[in-house]
């Protein structure tokens, strides 16, 4: 096991109606004036913002509003927000939504404290984010894990791609967490934040670092959940429970208290950014069509053992002592049952209108000012033009 | 699931030379003069202390000390340090050592702040602790977790018994955790250590609360990492990586994340502070003597069925469908060989000195001023009775 820095300060309101307990929680951290940045759409038409609004005008909070935040987030509408919180002298960003909406409120929360080009710390003129603004979440979807990481992703609208900030001062003060919220998720989305907790974990999972049987468990547990919740919340969207089990899983399974001490790949995530850049699918969509070709790649280049693992412990495969690679293969094949048909998520770059001769373009730019991917497979752009080939159909 | 929140802030600092790093943690949390508190004997012997002093001399840190902290800390050193750290007028309180040197500090560095008697946050006169001074931890014995708990347990040496106080504010700001410290410990106190941990996990796993499959599954991982690590420290105390996993694992396994949601139950562990308290034995000493008895009881009362998950879960029994209550006292007895054999830890009252003439007194001592113990068990002065004189031979 390596040596490591653990810090997850966010303080989490779970369950039914926590969000009548966003003023309370901002006026905890000492805001007195908040930017709320929201998607729009059904965090309007549900009553949500104005039950929030509600909850801060009982405390005394003023604020004010920025909506129209996009899935796979913009550049542009980041800057709108560093201008407005700069001009309005807020003291706190509350993200209401996603993880795209909470991945812009983090950017302009950051990007307001900082004198020079918000963008310096996706393109590595910075290094971590130091300072920011605090942070609140009021979330609305089981997937990115953003309430309680130090990540913030958002797509640079001058030459459309996708990068990532990072530093311990974007992990949220708070997290609001209502489960109820996310009961009226259409199948799509739930799926896609279904796969991309799956993805954190499975980044994770997949290390060279030996010894680090805790972390493995625990990968384990949330793996086994998302299986069986994820299940649930697409044959039942209205279970609260199952949506309860979900959304805390999905929490867990990126504020890293499952990857301490361990290498992680992200490789995976990283050839995805292309994919929802390109063809506008979800983020979970496109991560669940990269990932069994990533995997056979893997198994085939870095050995069976983790993928035997993976398929006996998550899947319940029965362990085939003479031919471990088909145990592993067989875990791959049910994996990809689960997506089909449990998540009914696409299982090829084609279905979301990707075309062969598109690949030499999305190996590029992937590695565009990026020049290291990947862990467990090192990715290079020849690598990574095979698994998307391998993807394609 | 139930509705909850989550709070756990510590910074923790984990590996290898790790205590190197203790003033800079001090000063990152804004500590300008710490109070040391620590047992004395091998903390000394084996040169932390002088490494901790050290890594504060070079950050400029000041410091005054208190050694003396005995295992099941006493209410007489907690007064004796609130008065040095008022008198040196500290604004950090450091805990070296293991779960007792650590509940130690915590309640120095609330006492500290509280105009009263701090045994008030004890004996139930005032609530939750709201307010104390910084704490930090070098921790020595992957055990307790106090390094992440809210949790403070003191016994008070007017009547000799022991009682928690709790708050968030008791979460340390930073846990300083290097595996290396543990691999010198004798073998009763790494088990001792490890069947604390356990029955952390056991308290928070038999639950009624329906629909927790993702604590559960986190309870499971940790209960795995404990049978496999534990047992790895016992044959191998030197081994590295079976010490790395069990402390972080002990962290884990009682700084909450793994309990949220659901109903806890803590009854064995109230039992147990009278065994420790009359007996002198370790805290996991007398949790593993009282836990098979109390599960048996709890079978019998509350139905099979999280023991028979227990069982093929945590042991990998196989499911006997005619006969569940077969499985699940099979799990029972796989539990009582890995106390016996593989921790060497007593099973009877009678091995640490108990007679069966003392059980009235123990179950009296226990509700003393506390009427209530338990919750999937529900636990009376006549049912504590029952489950001493079982564990009694």
């Given at each position: ?179 109820e919220l996310t009961c009226t998720l259409p199948p799509y989305q739930t799926a896609s934040g279904a796969f991309d907790m799956l ?195």
């Amino acid at each position: 096991m390596d040596n490591f820095t653990f810090y997850s300060p966010t303080w989490f309101q779970f369950g039914k109606d926590a969000e009548a307990l966003t003023g309370a929680c901002v006026k905890k951290f000492g805001g007195k004036k908040a930017l709320l940045h929201y998607g729009g759409g059904s965090v309007v038409r549900s009553g949500l913002l104005d039950r929030v609004k509600k909850s801060l005008d009982a405390e005394g909070i003023s604020y004010v509003e920025l909506g129209g935040a996009k899935p796979n987030p913009l550049s542009g509408k980041v800057y709108e927000g560093i201008e407005l919180a700069r001009k309005e002298k807020v003291d706190f960003v509350i993200g209401i939504g996603g993880g795209s909406a909470i991945d812009s409120s983090k950017a302009i929360a950051f990007g307001a404290l900082y004198d020079g080009d918000f963008w310096d710390f996706y393109d590595g003129t910075q290094g971590q984010v130091q300072e920011s603004l605090p942070i609140g979440v009021v979330l609305t979807l089981a997937a990115t894990g953003s309430e309680a990481s130090t990540d913030a992703v958002i797509t640079n609208e001058n030459g459309m791609y996708k990068r990532c900030a990072d530093g311990d001062v974007l992990r949220p003060k708070f997290a609001i967490m209502n489960p109820e919220l996310t009961c009226t998720l259409p199948p799509y989305q739930t799926a896609s934040g279904a796969f991309d907790m799956l993805s954190h974990c499975m980044e994770r999972y997949f290390s060279h670092t030996p010894e680090v049987e805790f972390t493995d468990r625990l990968l384990e547990a949330c793996m086994l959940t998302i299986l069986k919740e994820g299940k649930r919340a697409m044959l039942e969207p209205d279970n609260y429970d199952a949506r309860a089990n979900l959304m805390w899983c999905g929490t867990i399974s990126h504020n890293n208290v499952t990857g301490v001490g361990r290498a992680q790949d992200w490789g995976t995530h990283h050839m995805e950014n292309e994919l929802s850049t390109h063809y506008g699918c979800s983020h979970g969509a496109g991560l669940a069509i990269l990932t069994p070709s990533w995997m056979k790649y893997a198994m085939k280049t870095q050995g069976t053992e983790r993928f035997v693992m993976f398929a006996t412990r998550i899947f319940g495969c029965q362990m085939d002592y003479e031919h471990p690679e088909a145990t592993a293969l067989e875990g791959i094949e049910r994996l990809q049952v689960f997506i089909k048909d449990v998540l009914k998520l696409p299982t090829t770059i084609s279905e979301i209108g990707g075309k062969m001769e598109d690949v030499p373009e999305l190996a590029r730019s992937m590695f565009h000012g990026a020049p290291n991917h990947g862990n467990f497979v090192k990715l290079t752009p020849e690598i990574a033009e095979e698994i998307y080939r391998a993807a394609m159909e």
